[in-house]
């Protein structure tokens, strides 16, 4: 171990305890004890939040090459009320491929215990038992392998590294003709195309939604064009029909856009990389040059493919006729916030659906239903923002959705909403500005499809079709208003001082070359709750100051840090970009903290 390097400092880690209990052990229960001798990650996770997604894939690779010496288990800790229910996280487990434990904590303990204040969020312990990094955010998977090394190293030579197999155990695979299907898509033909996002392959049923009529893909992970039985998807998502009788296929994991040749099969890429869209990246361009971040939906709207691009809370285009794409609306930032397309902030859109006058969209962490006009402005019909979610019909003003994935034209000029954790169909009627439900007992619907007076719901936990008929009256249902379970942060009055920590990887250090290597920007809820210190900057602490008269909000904070492999004789350093937003949840009380630390990499000393 290089032993000019500063020593970390050493907190004992708290034990994990969940009262969902443990999966993808074979019904063991672990405790930090049981684990000792393992490197292990713990990845703080919710399964609604993109970002967290993104974590599960950088992880991949790094639990591939490290099996024998490192354990990650991942801290299921809900941010809606569906995703504290234990049959959800089991599904969701499967649904995203997550292949190591999983600790089900429900009530937020073990999140409490590490005073996490971010989905997702990594903590490193050694193998004696200390906590040694914590990560929030994306883009650590290159920092935490050098650690990985590093303790390897380290305890190799104490003899306190145990090799050998993890805890985990793969469930057994189910038989069903449909795995977590995501979206779905009526054909000239009458079938219907799905997309089996677990099984990675495109399915064309009958008209009556259950017979298999043909599969495409090969059913494995991965990134290849050509015939329908070699050709890989990685988690497909949303379809559209184009005008040339292709489908465009928004294919999540592999950050691209696919196209399907109905009559042939065969695959081939319009859009993407296959590499994940970062701060700093080009927002426009040829196609197939443009990274891209999690597309969940698509549909032809005023000529071009619009994207819900889930992983950047952004509307992009595609342009058939030109083969560009480019950002539409959005700015990156998390939020609900209203205007033209260019300042509107959205909270991971996941859902689409075009009419000639509106896009209309399904934003689904801030539990809304917005829409797009002709001109680019961006408006809401029901939901208020990333912390108040339920099931309320009603005027759209007061009417609650929890998380909904997608959205569907209806005949008359109202939508029907796939209200995906409350497990309900949800109508919203501009006419008359009310929302009604339309159907309950659904599980995890997740987009809908019209076909003739029927609608066909892709009910994704129950991996099938479920045809329903378009009722006349909408069912009454008792209502529900929830605010997120996190506890809010106590703060004094006045004078806030933010500190965003971020020790650069070691070897690296902050990459100045072209201006600052950081950025921050904060906001707050309401807005009248800061005083100073909103905006954007390129220093990563600021002072805020808080109106006493304001009892409470959230604060959004938005971070950002490249760095560079610290190598004077390399021209062309390695870089990465480290990224988080957090929503802070915040009470002003005379006893609170005058000091908010929020950690993107390191630990707060």
């Known amino acids: 171990m290089n032993h000019s390097a500063p020593r970390r400092a050493r907190v004992r880690a708290p034990e994990l305890t969940g009262k969902g209990g443990w999966l993808n052990t074979g019904g063991q229960q672990y405790t930090l004890a049981d684990l000792r001798g393992r490197i292990v990650i713990l990845d703080f996770w919710t399964f609604c939040c993109i970002n967290c997604l993104h974590v599960l894939d950088e992880l991949r690779e790094l639990e591939e090459k490290h099996r024998d010496t490192v354990v990650v288990i991942g801290v299921h800790s809900p941010k809606f009320v569906h995703e504290a229910e234990h049959r959800a996280v089991v599904d969701a487990v499967e649904r995203y491929g997550v292949e190591h434990p999983v600790l089900d904590d429900p009530e937020l303990a073990t999140w409490k215990q590490y005073a996490v204040r971010a989905w997702p969020t990594l903590v490193v312990i050694d193998p004696e038992g200390y906590v040694v990094a914590q990560h929030a955010g994306e883009g650590h998977a290159h ?21 050998g197999d993890g805890p985990y155990v793969a469930p057994e695979p189910e038989p069903t003709v449909l795995r977590f299907p995501g979206k779905a898509l009526l054909l000239p033909s009458g079938n219907f195309l799905v997309s089996d996002t677990t099984r990675h392959q495109l399915v064309e049923l009958a008209e009556d939604g259950e017979s298999v009529v043909r599969r495409i893909g090969s059913g494995a992970r991965g990134f290849a064009d050509g015939p329908a039985d070699t050709a890989t998807f990685n988690e497909p998502q949303g379809l559209a029909l184009l005008d040339d009788g292709s489908v465009v296929v928004a294919d999540a994991v592999n950050h691209a856009l696919r196209r399907l040749e109905l009559t042939t099969g065969e695959v081939t890429t319009l859009a993407g990389t296959g590499r994940q ?25 005023q000529g071009k493919v619009w994207i819900a691009m889930a992983g950047v809370h952004q509307l992009w285009a595609y342009d058939p006729a030109e083969g560009t794409v480019a950002v539409a609306a959005g700015t990156t930032n998390e939020g609900l916030v209203d205007g033209p397309g260019a300042e509107a902030w959205f909270a991971q859109p996941s859902g689409l659906a075009a009419t000639p006058e509106r896009l209309w969209l399904a934003d689904s962490e801030t539990s809304a239903l917005r829409w797009v006009d002709p001109d680019g402005s961006v408006h809401t019909a029901v939901g208020t923002g990333l912390f108040d979610f339920g099931h309320r019909d009603g005027a759209a003003e007061q009417a609650l959705l929890q998380h909904p994935l997608g959205v569907t034209a209806l005949p008359d000029g109202s939508v029907a909403v796939s209200d995906t954790y409350n497990h309900a169909l949800r109508r919203y009627d501009p006419a008359t500005g009310e929302v009604t439900t339309l159907a309950t007992d659904l599980r995890e619907p997740s987009d809908a499809v019209l076909a003739g007076h029927d609608i066909v719901v892709v009910e994704s936990a129950h991996h099938r079709l479920t045809r329903l008929r378009l009722p006349e009256e909408a069912v009454k249902v008792p209502e529900v208003a929830h605010r997120t379970q996190r506890e809010a942060t106590e703060v004094a009055p006045g004078r806030l001082r933010l500190d965003v920590v971020f020790q650069a990887p070691a070897g690296q250090k902050l990459d100045t070359r072209y201006g600052p290597s950081t950025r921050l920007l904060v906001s707050s809820t309401p807005p009248e709750l800061l005083i100073d210190g909103e905006g954007a900057g390129t220093e990563l602490s600021r002072a805020l100051e808080l109106d006493p008269s304001v009892p409470e909000g959230v604060l959004h904070v938005s971070a950002m840090a490249a760095s560079c492999d610290d190598d004077p004789d390399n021209e062309y350093p390695a870089c ?29 000393t």
Do not use: C, F, N
Request: charged share 25%.
């Open 277 to 301: 869209w970062w701060q700093g990246s080009p927002t426009s361009g040829p196609a197939r040059e443009v990274d891209l971040s999690s597309p969940w939906d698509v549909a032809l709207w």
């Open 576 to 604: 990465h970009v480290h990224q988080q937003d957090w929503g802070v949840p915040v009470r002003l009380t005379g006893s609170g903290t005058d000091r908010l630390p929020l950690v993107l990499a390191g630990m707060d």
């Open 143 to 163: 920092a935490i392998e050098r650690l990985v090394a590093e303790l390897e190293t380290e305890h190799e030579a104490k003899g306190t590294l145990r090799r």
